[in-house]
């Protein structure tokens, strides 16, 4: 990253390895014992166990752009008030390994960044100057709402709409109220598009019926 991504309040100064001008790969060559190992090793149990990880993989793959874990992924310290984030000029998706501490928070972190790569991979996103775009892809993220009951659907929204608000100002200098309209203007659509998931996963439960019906979705054709 130049200096200039910084100045422009892209929120490159939450990711400080981000700005020294080198890209890297996540490779593992820290000993056993620092946050890079255990990140990785956290890492690597998301993608293989994570029942919305493992779809969203699958989907990227599907649509041309599969998700290699060494080039991809990339553990870095951050800023104390982030966990991760995805960086579009350089396809990377960063984990915070000094904020990570717990394979649920990873589990969470991994699935909010490849939802910004699926979009990134589907949709000509502009990251950098369309607002726009970034609050819709904020508005998908519900994985961090879990609520089991349809009843309290209205709750679950406004935490949806609350986190896309707050993760957009993390990330852009734009006052509350330009966020908050940004987001009410897009959210609707947004937050209505569940691809690739078929629908709102409420929990791993819906996660796994998710993962099945995607991973089984061609058997029907295969067996005409």
């Given amino acids: 990253m130049d200096e ?5 309040g892209l929120g490159y100064e939450l ?4 700005s020294s001008g080198r890209s890297r790969k996540g ?4 000993s056993l014992f620092t946050f890079s190992h255990k990140c990785q090793v956290m890492l690597t149990f998301a993608m293989e166990t994570s029942p919305y990880a493992k779809l969203l993989l699958g989907a990227m793959k599907s649509s041309g752009c599969k998700v290699l874990k060494d080039r991809h992924f990339s553990c ?7 966990s991760g984030g995805f960086d579009a000029a350089s396809s990377q998706i960063v984990l915070c390994q000094n904020n990570i501490h717990q394979q649920s928070h990873m589990n969470r972190v991994v699935t909010h960044e490849l939802i910004h790569a699926f979009d990134h991979c589907r949709a000509h996103v502009d990251w950098f100057n369309n ?4 609050a819709c892809s904020e508005s998908q993220l519900h994985g961090f709402c879990l609520y089991s009951l349809p009843v309290i ?3 679950f929204q406004e935490c949806v709409r609350g986190r896309a608000v707050r993760s957009i100002l993390a990330v852009r200098k734009i006052s509350r109220e330009e966020a908050e309209k940004i987001v009410d ?5 947004c937050f209505n598009d569940h691809a690739p998931f078929g629908r709102i996963p409420h929990g791993n439960t819906d996660a796994k019926f998710a993962y099945r019906e995607y991973a089984n ?3 029907y054709y295969a067996n005409l």
């Fill in 4 to 8: 200039s991504k910084q100045e422009e």
């Fill in 15 to 18: 990711f400080p390895e981000r």
């Fill in 27 to 30: 490779a593992i060559r820290e």
């Fill in 76 to 82: 870095e310290d951050c800023d104390g008030t982030v």
């Fill in 131 to 134: 607002y726009r775009h970034l």
């Fill in 153 to 155: 659907e209205l709750f």
């Fill in 185 to 189: 203007e897009v959210f609707d659509s």
């Fill in 217 to 219: 979705r061609d058997r």
